[in-house]
């Protein structure tokens, strides 16, 4: 069950991670900009995040502020690629 468990809450960090790049990309911001207007200092954690490197993933709050600055509603980070 656990497993099961674990390979859901991968793919649904997996899924998250790949639409924030996906509407970032589609909203013509890059990685460094985004960043800024969310509060970071820098662009690094948010593209390591992006691409799932060294386990990164966003948190609540993150995605809150990324809808906001991309102005689309946060379900859509949680929505299966097409």
Known sequence: ????????SENVLNTVSANVKK?????????????L???MKS????GRA???KDNLR??????AKISKVLDI????????AD
């Open 58 to 63: 966003f948190n609540i709050i993150h995605l």
């Open 23 to 35: 509407y970032r990309e589609l909203k013509g911001i890059s990685q460094l900009q985004l960043a």
């Open 37 to 39: 207007d969310i509060g």
């Open 43 to 46: 662009p690094a954690y948010l």
């Open 1 to 8: 069950m656990s497993e099961n468990l674990e390979e859901y």
């Open 50 to 52: 992006e691409l799932r």
């Open 73 to 80: 509603p946060i379900e859509l980070f949680f929505e299966p």
